[in-house]
């Protein structure tokens, strides 16, 4: 019984094994061009709400922020139009690819604007039992998140790709087929070398 068992498990592992090399290349391929135009959802999801009033969760938190951040000059309503073209135009840039620098470097700026009610309002944001952040604490602790796939994506601008294994040990094996010399390039040398002697 446990023979049978202990082949079970191992005929599972492999089959698990041979679709797990199946997925990681496909993974490595296109896995950040998902993850570009998911962000590129999310923040046209969040930039299409702010433009209805009461749409959004985040609405009296993005007026207070604005509030303090331009000192009252920009009125509330025009603040969170701004704020909405703006989460908009980078969503349209990260789901077409187009523009993709200018639209990383909106979202690093619009990023700052998002994450500064951690320091502008911290006892609304962690009013909970203990410290635990509000809903609006975790609206704005999420950005983290957004925060992070924003700078993943922002590494493919100079050619950063993501690589499976097998793909990176062929690639190594390649580099050092042509770093070591060849059996006959290796006779030459050594026979030079005697010759030089």
Same mark, same amino acid.
């Given at each position: 019984? !446990?023979?049978?068992?202990?082949?079970?498990?191992?005929?599972? /592992?492999?089959?698990?094994? @041979?679709?797990?090399? /199946?997925?990681?290349?496909?993974?490595?391929?296109?896995?950040?061009?998902?993850? /570009?135009?998911?962000?590129?959802?999310?923040?046209?999801?969040?930039?299409?709400?702010?433009?209805?009033?009461?749409?959004?969760?985040?609405?009296?938190?993005?007026? =207070?922020?604005?509030?303090?951040?331009?000192?009252?000059?920009?009125?509330?309503?025009?603040?969170?139009?701004?704020? @909405?073209?703006? !989460?908009? @135009?980078?969503?349209?840039?990260?789901?077409?690819?187009?523009?993709?620098?200018?639209?990383? $470097?909106?979202?690093?700026?619009?990023?700052?604007?998002?994450?500064?009610?951690?320091?502008?309002?911290?006892?609304?944001?962690?009013?909970?039992?203990?410290?635990?952040?509000?809903?609006?604490? =975790?609206?704005?602790?999420?950005?983290?998140?957004?925060?992070?796939?924003?700078?993943?994506?922002?590494?493919?601008? =100079?050619?950063?790709?993501?690589?499976?294994?097998?793909?990176?040990?062929?690639? $190594?094996?390649?580099?050092?087929?042509?770093?070591?010399?060849?059996?006959?390039?290796?006779? =030459?040398?050594?026979?030079?070398? /005697?010759?030089?002697?």
């Amino acid at each position: 019984m !446990e023979t049978l068992y202990a082949h079970v498990v191992e005929s599972l /592992r492999r089959k698990l094994e @041979a679709l797990e090399a /199946r997925i990681v290349p496909w993974l490595a391929c296109h896995s950040v061009t998902i993850l /570009r135009v998911g962000l590129g959802i999310i923040f046209l999801g969040f930039g299409l709400l702010k433009f209805f009033p009461g749409f959004s969760p985040a609405e009296e938190l993005v007026m =207070q922020t604005l509030g303090v951040l331009s000192f009252g000059l920009v009125p509330a309503r025009v603040g969170v139009m701004l704020v @909405a073209a703006l !989460e908009c @135009a980078i969503g349209l840039g990260l789901i077409t690819g187009r523009f993709l620098r200018p639209s990383l $470097a909106l979202l690093g700026f619009q990023m700052i604007g998002a994450m500064s009610p951690l320091v502008l309002f911290p006892g609304e944001l962690f009013s909970g039992p203990f410290y635990a952040p509000t809903l609006e604490g =975790q609206y704005v602790l999420k950005d983290v998140v957004l925060i992070s796939a924003g700078l993943v994506i922002g590494t493919t601008l =100079q050619g950063g790709r993501l690589i499976s294994g097998r793909a990176h040990r062929s690639v $190594a094996h390649r580099g050092h087929a042509r770093n070591t010399p060849s059996k006959s390039t290796r006779r =030459q040398y050594t026979d030079s070398a /005697r010759f030089k002697a």
